[in-house]
């Protein structure tokens, strides 16, 4: 499975923006999928995923009630609808797949190429 992450820009705090990762490959709708995000200087962290049918989310405290991902299975994409958004949310943020529906970053075993998200005050 190969991802390409986009959508990622310039946004002020208190804004909304949408990523978007495209798989290829007929299989995408066997893979979990999840968010990631490393802030400069930061480990990488955990942001949200999703299980194979949409049956199944969840989020990082830190985004929780704020962020929402989503897939469509038959785009091979899955979607990051960021709203009210924070200088902390300021990242390069990075989706996966993964056969295990887990939030470490280590079960993950295809990952995007990133997509810089930055808010600015």
């Known amino acids: 499975v190969q991802l390409q992450a986009s959508g990622g820009g310039l946004v002020q705090v208190g804004g909304s923006l949408t990523l978007s990762c495209r798989a290829s490959?007929?299989?995408?709708?066997?893979?979990?999928m999840g968010w990631f995000r490393q802030a400069p200087g930061k480990e990488r962290e955990f942001v949200a995923r999703?299980?194979?049918?949409?049956?199944?989310?969840s989020y990082s405290d830190s985004v929780k009630g704020r962020f929402t991902i989503s897939r469509d299975n038959a785009k091979n994409t899955v979607y990051l609808q960021m709203n009210s958004m924070k200088s902390e949310d300021t990242a390069v943020y990075y989706c996966?797949?993964?056969?295990?529906?887990?939030?470490?970053?280590?079960?993950?075993?295809?990952w995007g190429q990133g997509t810089l998200v930055t808010v600015s005050s």
């Open positions: 996966a797949a993964t056969q295990v529906y887990s939030g470490v970053s280590l079960r993950y075993d295809y």
């Open positions: 999703i299980s194979r049918s949409s049956g199944s989310t």
């Open positions: 490959g007929p299989t995408f709708s066997n893979y979990n």
